[in-house]
């Protein structure tokens, strides 16, 4: 944003203006300050910075089956100096052999030895792997790979919980994205190939043709449809078709999405011919864009800064499939969109990456304010249930459960007071213990998302003694 085209606005006319957007369902929100958003009649969005400590540029931003957040740390705090990857574990318990608790940011031990990594993927069966850049000690990039069991991968022997160097992915320049599809594994180089410009290489799981170019397992190649990309940053799929983002510099900072279509057809109002790579026009203005990610629906999402100012100003960009209200903003399909309703929790920072988790929620990674953004477009839900009842004397449990709202719920007695020798546990929601009393205890339990959203519910247990 050009900062001599700023002026002040009368309040007579902001008035108007918020009134206006208000009477549409319209809230704008600021970092740190979650508000509701009217997205429609079943789903309100919130957007929040998450207090996480100890995060030092998060580059990107990944989650594993089970729900568990990885952030790659490419400017570590840890004692060896290198960098890390933080994790934020659903549950409690063992994660590539460490116990993390539910909820905690924690380095995770086993992801150590890393050099300069901007990138971060896992697997269908659960292996980690980190795209390392030019710094590491070969000179040229690598992929680390920590495996969830000991077993081949690649071609190559990996033992679990061991950051192993894959030996396969060699000839690397430079790489940041990273991305599987088909258990095929996709590197984006940034600079630079023998044609002078970025490319893409693929590791095959097992030999065969991809985009129209015969690939044999196990070996690192460059893929012949994506070539003289101009700083290709990230990449990622959908329906099986592959898109990237490209970086382009001063002076006028504007990039693209190149996408590489496993069919001919019509992309986001396009028709592209298979195994081409062809530039997107609907992306052809985006401002800078780096990271890109894609929606359980099909809608594509581009963050992206301009750095040709010194405002930094943060950008969510959205091209829809279909028109309609996403994150509380009606956008029309196959037309590049500043989500609005996001944007303004990202005005100081620069917004590198972007992922949702299965709920449907946004994170977005920004390493210059060292922070994680979320941004929810599902409203808190605490799922009530009778409780079954105790036996005296005898160990009882039994499982509260939350669903929607931002990742991570705490649990705490709001009214009352447990039968005596019961706990509420404030993470999982679970009441254990051996009751040592008979009769009914009645009380409140409030459950809180990391958003500030919270729901109670009123509920009892009967504790008898044996029949």
Request: hydrophobic share 40%.
């Amino acid at each position: 944003m050009d900062q001599s085209r700023k002026s002040k606005v009368p309040i007579s006319i902001a008035i108007v203006v918020l009134t206006l957007l208000l009477s549409i369902g319209l809230l704008l929100t600021t970092a740190g300050s979650p508000a509701a958003v009217a997205a429609d009649t079943t789903s309100t969005v919130v957007s929040t910075q998450l207090n996480y400590g100890g995060l030092n540029n998060p580059d990107a931003i990944a989650f594993d089956s089970a729900g568990n957040m990885y952030i790659l740390n490419s400017g570590a705090q840890n004692s060896g100096g290198t960098a890390s990857i933080t994790v934020v574990a659903k549950h409690s318990g063992i994660i590539f052999g460490q116990y993390i608790r539910a909820n905690t940011p924690t380095v995770l031990k086993a992801a150590k030895g890393l050099y300069n990594p901007v990138g971060i993927v896992f697997d269908s069966a659960g292996n980690m792997y980190i795209a390392n850049g030019v710094s590491d000690p070969t000179g040229e990039g690598s992929i680390t790979v920590v495996a969830k069991h000991s077993g081949i991968i690649f071609g190559q022997y990996i033992q679990a919980n061991t950051p192993t160097m894959l030996n396969a992915a060699t000839g690397l320049d430079n790489p940041s994205g990273i991305a599987f599809n088909s258990g095929d594994m996709y590197v984006a180089n940034g600079v630079l190939d023998q044609t002078g410009k970025g490319n893409i290489t693929v590791m095959a799981k097992h030999s065969g043709i991809i985009f129209g170019q015969y690939i044999q397992a196990n070996k690192a190649t460059m893929l012949d449809a994506a070539r003289g990309f101009n700083n290709p940053a990230n990449i990622a799929f959908n329906s099986g078709d592959m898109y990237i983002t490209s970086e382009v510099f001063a002076p006028n900072y504007r990039g693209n999405i190149t996408v590489i279509a496993k069919r001919s057809g019509r992309i986001f109002g396009q028709y592209i011919r298979a195994n081409k790579a062809t530039v997107l026009d609907v992306t052809k203005k985006v401002v800078f864009p780096i990271g890109i990610a894609f929606d359980s629906v099909g809608n594509m999402y581009m963050t992206s800064f301009n750095n040709s100012n010194a405002s930094g100003v943060g950008f969510v960009t959205v091209i829809a499939k279909h028109s309609g209200a996403i994150f509380g903003q009606y956008i029309r399909a196959n037309k590049a969109t500043v989500l609005k309703t996001i944007n303004p929790a990202l005005a100081s920072p620069f917004p590198l990456t972007t992922t949702f988790d299965s709920a449907g929620n946004m994170y977005i990674g920004s390493p210059t304010s060292n922070s994680i953004y979320v941004v929810g477009n599902h409203r808190l839900d605490f799922s009530k249930s009778t409780l079954p009842s105790a036996t005296l004397n005898t160990h009882y449990s039994a499982h509260l459960s939350a669903s929607g709202g931002i990742f991570g719920y705490d649990w705490y007695l709001s009214r009352g007071k447990l039968p005596n020798g019961l706990h509420l546990n404030s993470l999982t929601g679970q009441i254990t213990g051996t009751p040592n009393k008979t009769g009914t205890s009645s009380f409140s339990v409030t459950v809180l998302d990391l958003a500030g959203e919270y729901k109670t519910e009123n509920l009892s247990i009967s504790v008898a003694a044996h029949q």
